[in-house]
C-alpha cells in the first residue's frame, strides 16, 4: 500500500496547538513509567552481568574460586 495515491501526496493536518491543560495532562500521566523503570533496571542488570563474567573469566580469579572449592571439598 503506497502513501501516495493518483500522483499526490499524502497531507497531514498540523497539529493541534498545546495548551498549558493540555501539556499539564501530558505531565501528569505516567503511564509507561513502570516499563520504563524495569527496561532501565533490566539494561544495569545486564552490564552487571557482562562484568562480573569479564572478572571471572581473568586466571588470577580462577585460581582463586578454584583453590576455595578444592579447600572447601578437602576433608581434614
Known sequence: MSV???GSALTLSPLPPLTSRGAARLFIDDRGA???EYAIATMAAV???GLLVVIMRSDEVRG???DLVRRALTVQ
Do not use: D, N, P, V
Open 47 to 49: 552490564a552487571f552481568a
Open 34 to 36: 513502570a516499563t520504563a
Open 4 to 6: 501516495f495515491s493518483r
Open 64 to 66: 582463586i574460586l578454584t
